[in-house]
């Protein structure tokens, strides 16, 4: 079997996304997932572009084991100083090198002719190799250079020590059987293409992200940089459980090709970052949406009782998704919660189960049958929470139509309460800025998105919210059977990340 690598490159151009940023606890609980997950390779950051993304990296590398944790530089000396720096104490670091070869940018962005270029492609490579044997590079926005020079730069870089070239299209420009043929030209032209790895780094813009990386795959690419639920910068990337469960489901196909993904992790994997992002995945996004395995249709669900395969061409199971009915109610004990966490795929520690156990007992005194879609928001709110610098003890509202809606709040830090009043334009509004009262944060609302976790008029709501204090964007995300609530627990997620 010919493996496909699996490049996840979440924690650096999925976190690109404007608005998607991670702190370092998420950083290195994404990375441990990842890991589980089976990713060969784990893009932690960039290193040079912020003391928290090299620290980032850094932990990561130090806590991965066995994924190739690799570091993002630019063809400068300082920056893969930097690369090198943060990933040494990685078990197997990378240093991936990118420059841009095409037109466009090498006149305009970078203003430096093609011999330019291919010198300081072939000196960063030479330099980055003293300090590390696996070289990546990345002709920048490959997908719109000149075929003719492409080669050339590929060919030196290969000279020049690379283990791997990636042929970015950076601007998601590209089209299927365009990049295919790109890629068998590479394979044709570049005379030592044989002692590297093809790799293939595709955009969204057009909607081709997966479609893109799997024609290269075709044509004989191994590596595809790809993201959780395709996050990443403007319409995002290719998305890695779509790649993966496109080779894994058209054996036919792809005959002869693997991946080393657990797909049983893919649904978590997505929610939590899902979660820790902000970016809420959209129902009908495929492999990982709500509606992804929800047959609606009377004559879908007759089929599919009748004969599985009628209308599914994955089981929800095999990627971690388990369409349940009821599982829990008031009288379940902690045994069967536990199992029932197991099941979907939690294996919390005692002090998680505790926690996320008083969670469901409270839930359950509130909302007659608890859904496996339940127990994930209560664990990921359990398990994704941080240091709780600000707690929420009670809250009041006052509100209506014909009256301005106020609310008290008392949030207690340290052991102490502080209780502050506020009007808003409504009840939420007045909540936030009674808390803005409190931390002294003067917070920017920038997106927030209320969804009902199953159905139901007792369902959780679960709110997921991005603010602006200062310079810095910060997602947050809470649940509650009331809304107002979930959107305070929102709140202070943020802003207790932010304190952080
Ligand atoms: O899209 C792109 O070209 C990149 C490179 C840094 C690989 O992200
Ligand atoms: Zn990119």
Not at 103 to 128: D, F, N, P, T, W
Not at 170 to 181: L, S
Not at 482 to 498: M, P, Q, R, T
Request: overall charge positive.
């Amino acid at each position: 079997m010919d493996k496909i690598i699996i490049f996840d490159t979440t924690l650096r151009d999925g976190e690109q996304a404007p608005g998607a940023s991670l702190n370092y606890k998420e950083k290195l609980e994404v990375a441990g997932a990842l890991e589980n997950l089976g990713v060969d390779v784990i893009e932690a950051g960039f290193p040079v572009s912020s003391k928290g993304d090299f620290t980032a990296v850094q932990a990561i590398a130090k806590n991965i084991k066995l994924p190739v944790v690799c570091g993002l530089a630019r063809a400068i000396k300082k920056d893969i100083d930097a690369a090198v720096e943060a990933t040494k104490l990685a078990r197997r670091p990378r240093i991936h090198i990118f420059l841009a070869t095409s037109k466009i940018h090498m006149q305009y962005k970078l203003k430096k002719a093609e011999g330019e270029i291919i010198r300081l492609a072939v000196e960063s490579v030479s330099y980055a190799k003293k300090f590390c044997s696996d070289i990546e590079f990345s002709p920048e926005d490959a997908s719109r250079s000149q075929k003719d020079f492409l080669f050339q730069v590929i060919e030196a870089v290969i000279k020049a020590g690379a283990t791997t070239v990636n042929i970015p299209d950076t601007v998601g420009y590209t089209e299927p059987e365009e990049y295919g043929r790109l890629v068998r030209a590479i394979k044709e032209n570049v005379p030592n293409i044989d002692r590297a790895i093809i790799s293939v780094h595709c955009h969204n813009d057009l909607g081709l992200a997966v479609a893109n990386s799997l024609s290269a795959i075709k044509s004989g690419a191994r590596q595809v940089e790809c993201t959780i639920n395709g996050i990443g910068e403007r319409a995002g990337n290719a998305s890695l459980e779509e790649i993966v469960m496109s080779i894994d489901t058209r054996k036919d196909i792809y005959s002869g090709l693997k991946t080393g993904i657990h797909k049983k992790n893919i649904y978590k994997v997505s929610r939590l970052v899902s979660k820790l992002t902000g970016f809420v995945v959209a129902p009908n996004k495929a492999i990982v949406g709500g509606n992804a395995f929800r047959h609606e249709s009377g004559i879908h669900q007759d089929g599919v009782l009748k004969e599985r395969s009628t209308y599914e061409i994955i089981r929800g199971e095999d990627v971690g998704f388990v369409v349940e009915g009821m599982v829990l109610g008031k009288h379940s004990g902690r045994h069967a919660f536990n199992e029932r966490l197991k099941k979907i795929g939690y294996n919390l520690n005692k002090e998680q189960v505790d926690k996320a156990f008083c969670r469901f007992k409270d839930l359950s005194d509130k909302k007659k049958d608890i859904f496996d879609d339940d127990l994930r928001a209560i664990v990921e709110d359990e398990i994704c929470v941080g240091k709780l610098i600000w707690k929420l003890d009670s809250f009041e509202i006052n509100s209506g139509t014909k009256i301005k809606p106020v609310s008290g709040v008392i949030l207690i830090k340290g052991g102490k309460k502080i209780s502050k009043v506020s009007s808003g334009d409504g009840p939420v509004d007045a909540c936030f800025k009674a808390i803005d009262k409190i931390t002294g944060f003067k917070a920017k609302l920038e997106d927030f998105r209320l969804e009902a976790v199953t159905s139901g008029k007792d369902a959780l709501g679960q709110v997921s919210l991005r603010l602006k204090i200062k310079d810095a964007i910060i997602s947050g995300s809470g649940s509650s059977t009331d809304i107002i609530e979930a959107s305070i627990f929102a709140y202070l997620n943020a802003v207790n990340k932010y304190a952080e």
